[in-house]
């Protein structure tokens, strides 16, 4: 059967499965109750949106009266936990498998058709509209879960106003205090909470997933976005961004991740986020975006663009860090070393992502003391030549006892204001293992190779696509770092360093995709992997086994992955090529990519 034959087939599958929209359209499971704050009329008993519960009360007034199963769908205006004068303990506390909906206009007949962005709806701690009145009529949390599973949740809110007590738990969650248990929270938006830590949010012991979610400004001393002590959350496809306050000791003016009083490590995963934070200078924080003390880190598929702070700059990580396909760009710490990536003694790696244009102020792009382990990476434009507050823009400052190994990058056109090594590497103490660049394009390779470890590597132009880009400003977001033909970075990686997160490429591609038109530099492990963030070939993300057409071949693959859903499943191939929007499932929405490529047949 030809392709357009099982097309057909497989979209009348697809439509039956009711599909997948950014905006869930949720099942009835049980009773929907109905709150709307402007409300003025009707019979007040939450059975309809002309009798929904009114007045600022009425979520809570739902929530009394809600039910396992039961939806909430609560109509824009301003929601509020207690009247005035009931003081900081008020809270709306969220029940389990209860949905909490908001974003709608009033008169909806279907979840789906709701837009929180249309339609503002605004939990408040403030209780008497006298902002800042705290301690008496300010929240110490606007929301509250405890112990719930992933059958609660929060979705189409702004949160705001709420401030954290001095002591124990009142001290986490300005907006958001969720005490074990896996509640969802999703399409949120946290903005002007404040807590001793986790400003906007706090995930004390959870497994929550967070998606979809905006924080900025909040305030904390620690995580003043979000703040995830000894759980093992999700936050997927979230924005930190705005221009933050900071007070001495804050760490990750974003999301601070780490242990207290005892508990387990956490075990956190950030995916698809962007984030983009100013730390106004009354201190340094440690790691304006993102902040661990201990545990397990994973960070895919993020943006970290112009985060900019006084000491380390976008991240400063220890424990166990996976950084795997993601970008820093423009990030800036001037004094404690590390615009990028700042290590005391963690162990690091980092795989097919890019760093450009950090570093134009402090000493280093990324500064480590532990493991640091680069594998396929593109770091190019980082530094200055121009001497800096710090010790002069190296792109890699290695910490003594440090453990280096660099493979299949390219390390080009970075700066400093020493000399042209030293914008690669430098040293403080003795180490006792010495830096490796394996399989490496370089600059100025042949100035410090007898300081360093390594085979296999170069200096030899890499041909970006594109640098600088239409700004003029190397370093910039639209250099296009990708490699041009003929290209020394094709086909030249060695396959026995790739790490395990080699097999999708920074644009979300299949790597090792052979270039016929380059002789491997290791042959009899055809297809070699090329050297840098990118790999050369085709951007047809729906090409899936890679050999530039969008055929029958390409389809059975995906009908596999599709009949799989999950990219978490086990069985899924390897880097989960299918999920085309990089969602972390094969669904509906890839499959119309790949029906739109399909129709080309041939990649653009």
């Known amino acids: 059967m030809g392709i357009h034959g099982i097309t057909a087939r497989v979209k009348v599958r697809i439509l039956a499965c009711g599909g997948f929209l950014a905006l869930a359209s949720y099942a009835e499971g049980g009773a929907t109750r109905f709150a709307d704050s402007q409300l003025l009329t009707g019979a007040n008993d939450g059975s309809s949106w002309a009798a929904a519960f009114r007045g600022p009360l009425a979520l809570q007034a739902a929530l009394a009266s809600a039910l396992p199963g039961d939806e909430i769908w609560v109509a824009d205006g301003l929601y509020l936990p207690a009247s005035a004068g009931s003081g900081p303990s008020a809270s709306f506390h969220l029940k389990d498998n209860v949905k909490v909906?908001?974003?709608?206009?009033?008169g909806e007949a279907n979840s789906a058709e709701r837009d929180p962005a249309e339609n503002p709806t605004v939990l408040s701690g403030d209780l008497d509209g006298a902002a800042n009145s705290f301690p008496?009529?300010?929240?110490?949390?606007?929301?509250?879960?405890?112990?719930?599973?992933?059958?609660?949740?929060?979705?189409?809110?702004?949160?705001?106003?709420?401030?954290?007590?001095?002591?124990?738990?009142?001290?986490?969650?300005?907006?958001?205090?969720?005490?074990?248990?896996?509640?969802?929270?999703?399409?949120?938006?946290?903005?002007?909470?404040?807590?001793?830590?986790?400003?906007?949010?706090?995930?004390?012991?959870?497994?929550?997933?967070?998606?979809?979610c905006t924080f900025g400004p909040n305030y904390a001393q620690m995580g003043a976005g979000l703040v995830n002590f000894a759980g093992s959350p999700i936050v997927r496809k979230c924005v930190f961004s705005g221009e933050y306050p900071s007070t001495g000791g804050n760490s990750g003016l974003g999301i601070?991740?780490?242990?207290?009083?005892?508990?387990?490590?956490?075990?956190?995963?950030?995916?698809?986020?962007?984030?983009?934070?100013?730390?106004?200078?009354?201190?340094?924080?440690?790691?304006?975006?993102?902040?661990?003390?201990?545990?397990?880190?994973?960070v895919r598929d993020c943006q970290f663009i112009g985060n900019i702070g006084c000491g380390s700059g976008a991240m400063q990580v220890d424990g166990v860090v996976e950084i795997e396909r993601s970008v820093f760009i423009g990030n800036e710490g001037k004094f404690d070393g590390g615009a990028a990536i700042h290590s005391f003694d963690g162990d690091v790696s980092i795989t097919n992502s890019l760093f450009s244009g950090n570093d134009r102020l402090g000493f280093s792009t990324i500064y480590t003391g532990g493991k640091l382990r680069i594998r396929n990476c593109t770091l190019a434009n980082n530094g200055s030549a121009t001497p800096a507050p710090g010790s002069g823009a190296h792109f890699l400052i290695v910490n003594q006892n440090a453990d280096i190994a660099v493979s299949n990058s390219i390390v080009?056109?970075?700066?400093?204001?020493?000399?042209?090594?030293?914008?690669?590497?430098?040293?403080?103490?003795?180490?006792?293992?010495?830096?490796?660049?394996?399989?490496?394009?370089?600059?100025?390779?042949?100035?410090?190779?007898?300081?360093?470890?390594g085979q296999n590597s170069l200096a030899a132009d890499p041909l970006f696509v594109s640098v600088p880009g239409l700004d003029g400003i190397a370093g910039s977001?639209?250099?296009?770092?990708?490699?041009?033909?003929?290209s020394p970075a094709i086909d030249r990686g060695d396959n026995n360093l790739l790490g395990p997160a080699f097999a999708l490429d920074l644009d979300g591609l299949l790597r090792r995709r052979d270039d016929p038109a380059t002789t491997d530099f290791m042959p009899g492990s055809a297809p070699e992997i090329d050297i840098g963030a990118y790999e050369f070939g085709p951007a047809c993300r729906s090409d899936i086994n890679a050999d530039g057409f969008v055929d029958d071949a390409d389809f059975v693959l995906f009908a596999a992955a599709y009949d799989l859903l999950d990219c978490a499943d086990p069985v899924m191939p390897v880097g989960c090529a299918s999920d085309l929007n990089n969602d972390a499932n094969v669904d509906d929405a890839d499959f119309v990519l790949f029906a739109n490529a399909y129709d080309a047949l041939v990649c653009p």
């Not at 204001?417 to 006792?432: E, R």
Request: glycine share 16%; charged share 10%; hydrophobic share 40%.
């Open 412 to 453: 080009w056109g970075n700066k400093s204001s020493q000399n042209n090594s030293s914008a690669v590497i430098s040293s403080f103490g003795t180490s006792t293992v010495v830096p490796r660049f394996d399989s490496c394009i370089v600059q100025s390779w042949g100035a410090f190779v007898s300081t360093v470890a």
């Open 101 to 106: 909906l908001g974003g709608f206009a009033g």
């Open 256 to 298: 601070y991740s780490g242990t207290m009083g005892g508990l387990e490590n956490p075990d956190m995963t950030i995916e698809g986020c962007r984030f983009s934070i100013i730390a106004r200078e009354f201190s340094c924080p440690a790691g304006v975006a993102v902040a661990t003390g201990a545990g397990h880190l994973v």
């Open 477 to 486: 977001e639209d250099d296009n770092l990708r490699l041009q033909t003929a």
């Open 136 to 212: 008496l009529d300010q929240s110490h949390h606007v929301v509250t879960a405890t112990n719930l599973s992933a059958g609660a949740l929060l979705d189409g809110f702004t949160i705001t106003s709420g401030i954290g007590g001095d002591f124990g738990n009142d001290s986490f969650g300005g907006g958001v205090a969720v005490f074990g248990g896996a509640p969802t929270i999703r399409n949120c938006t946290f903005v002007d909470n404040e807590a001793s830590a986790g400003g906007g949010l706090a995930l004390i012991e959870s497994t929550s997933l967070v998606e979809n």
